[in-house]
Nanobody, 118 residues
């Protein structure tokens, strides 16, 4: 059973920074890619960023390009989301997810709350 555990959320003022972590564990964990998503109140869950495990290539949602950076530590099976220049509209529950074969996201974390005050 694969487990994903997010941490690093919290309350921050607009313009501030947070770094989210997602630690993956479980028997024979492997993934094609890891992603970050977020869900704001009353809205659907939205894609934020993705990183391919093999080569570290990345993709981002347009609204976070230049502010957020996704990275990984293969040895620790951990993915990070560095968030700079936070805005109130970034307030949401942030989830990490693992895509085993690149077709869908198969495993999800429990989420971590990020609140940005104006």
């Amino acid at each position: 059973q694969v487990q994903l555990v997010e941490s690093g959320g919290g309350l921050v003022q607009a313009g501030g920074s947070l770094r989210l972590s997602c630690a993956a564990s479980g028997r024979m964990f492997s993934a094609y890619a890891m992603g970050w998503f977020r869900q704001a109140p009353g809205k659907e869950r939205a894609f934020i960023a993705r990183i391919r495990w093999s080569d570290g290539s990345t993709d981002y949602r347009d609204s976070v390009k230049g502010r957020f950076t996704i990275s990984r530590d293969n040895a620790k099976n951990t993915v990070y989301l560095q968030m700079n220049g936070l805005k109130p509209e970034d307030t949401a529950v942030y989830y990490c997810a693992a895509s085993v074969k690149g077709l869908r996201y198969d495993h999800w974390g429990q989420g971590t709350q990020v609140t940005v005050s104006s």
